[in-house]
């Protein structure tokens, strides 16, 4: 009776540390795998750009046709927060999907729709923005059709052309306001009341280089 009730003492005191050196090796497991912390996109008139943000430099590979790409990311994960598929329906993009896959790699699949060549490239840590994959998804026929415009502008009229820019944009806010307001946001509403205010004038015609929140 005696070494059976050590033996059961000593197995209430020995599976409880089991179960803590598990859960530590769990939790140990889970913090090395790169987190995927968002998919964001924004739409130019010539291009569309996604950014994939992740916690540490990624390690991926692609593979890309004429309908899809495939980004596959080794050892990492993705909160249950971002939605598995997402449908856009934006130039040149249908949806994006997140997948699990064997082995911690999450892979996510781009959908594209009308569009020209595509761009894959990786971003490191920079100014607070956390490590990133970029996609861009060039729109030909638009850029091809906004060239055709000023154009036609500069041969049909004697104006002075005038373009203004309205710097950063999409991914790149600018410098940041105590109320969290954004540069590039007051740029754009400046830059646009100047184009409104030269094309009321005889003699000048305005373009902006960004018309939108992008880069």
Not at 5 to 29: D, Q
Not at 82 to 103: M, S, V, Y
Not at 134 to 156: F, G, H, N
């Amino acid at each position: 009776m005696c070494w059976k009730s050590i033996i059961v003492k000593k197995a209430r005191c020995v599976i409880p540390l089991l179960v803590l050196l598990l859960m530590g090796f769990l939790t140990s497991e889970a913090s090395a795998l790169n987190r995927i912390l968002n998919v964001r996109h924004w739409v130019a008139p010539d291009h569309t750009r996604i950014v994939i943000d992740a916690s540490e430099p990624p390690d991926i590979t692609v593979e890309k046709d004429n309908q899809r790409i495939l980004i596959d990311f080794k050892d990492a994960a993705f909160p249950k927060n971002l939605p598995q598929k997402t449908i856009f329906n934006k130039p040149g993009l249908a949806f994006i999907f997140i997948d699990r896959l064997p082995e911690n790699r999450i892979r996510i699949e781009i959908s594209l729709s009308d569009h020209g060549d595509t761009k894959v490239f990786k971003l490191p840590k920079f100014e607070g923005k956390p490590d990133r994959v970029v996609v861009d998804i060039e729109l030909p026929e638009v850029e091809k059709k906004e060239t055709e415009e000023r154009e036609q502008v500069k041969t049909a009229r004697k104006d002075r052309i005038v373009v203004i820019d309205p710097g950063h944009g999409g991914d790149d806010p600018g410098a940041i306001g105590w109320a969290r307001t954004q540069e590039k946001d007051i740029v754009l509403k400046i830059a646009r009341r100047l184009r409104d205010n030269l094309n009321q004038r005889e003699g000048y015609r305005a373009f902006l280089t960004r018309n939108g929140d992008y880069y």
